[in-house]
């Protein structure tokens, strides 16, 4: 079975310049997340998507972050315009509709790094 | 709101060593909980859970047991190896959230020497 794939591995932009992020979750999984981890923090929930509909944005920070999630399958993470604070690594991850103990699945998260 | 707190890291252990790295949760209700791992340059992976008192989780020779009483999922190990080296993050979720929000601990790094 194939995992959850992210790209890219890693970007390097300056700040004030747009990023975006792909993901592509495992097959037939409703619901998609986005994490943002600091260096040193845990993962940070900034948006999560049931089917193509979304469930839970309260952390993100929508003045300059926006997601979609077309047809209810790939992703896509935007940061306009980028700030130093936005460094971090983005993780994508997907689960079936939700029950007592299911499990999450993450990509290997696209580390951005704004100068 | 429902929360995890670590051990704060890093552990630094030789192999062959006792592992235990402490957790702690808030949340309403009874939650799922979870012990992910984060070896270097990959991405998260589900090391074990257990969804109700008293359950034991287990993998790899890893264990975690539920304690609703302490509010607590501490992850064990009896013999560490060099290969175990990592970043373990617990995490939970809550009936409130439909079990579908993971909340994440800060995470705790294990280095573990020859």
């Known amino acids: 079975e194939a995992g959850v794939a992210q790209s890219p591995r890693y970007k390097i932009i300056e700040k004030r310049q747009s990023v975006a992020f792909w993901c592509n979750p495992i097959?037939?999984?409703?619901?998609l997340y986005w994490y943002q981890q600091i260096l040193g923090q845990g993962p940070k929930l900034l948006i999560q998507f049931q089917n193509n509909g979304v469930v839970d944005d309260s952390q993100l920070p929508k003045d300059r972050f926006s997601a979609e999630r077309l047809k209810g399958v790939d992703s896509t993470l935007k940061i306009q315009p980028a700030k130093l604070e936005d460094s971090a690594v983005y993780l994508c991850a997907s689960s079936t509709l939700g029950h007592q103990g299911t499990e999450a699945f993450f990509g290997q998260g696209t580390r951005l790094t704004v100068v | 709101g429902d929360s995890v707190t670590q051990m704060e890291g890093p552990v630094t252990l030789s192999e062959e060593a006792f592992l235990t790295i402490n957790c702690t949760y808030t949340?309403?209700?009874?939650?799922?909980l979870f012990w992910y791992v984060q070896y270097p340059g990959e991405g998260l992976q589900l090391l074990l859970k257990?969804?109700?008192?008293?359950d034991k989780g287990s993998n790899k020779g890893f264990e975690a047991t539920y304690r609703k009483e302490t509010t607590s999922f501490h992850l064990e190990k009896g013999s560490v190896q060099v290969s175990d080296s990592a970043v373990y993050f617990c995490?939970?979720?809550?009936?409130?959230?439909?079990?579908?929000?993971?909340?994440f601990g800060t995470g705790t790094r294990l280095l573990v020497s020859p």
């Open positions: 097959s037939g999984h409703a619901t």
């Open positions: 949340a309403t209700g009874y939650p799922s």
């Open positions: 257990a969804t109700k008192a008293d």
């Open positions: 995490a939970l979720s809550a009936p409130n959230t439909g079990f579908q929000k993971l909340v």
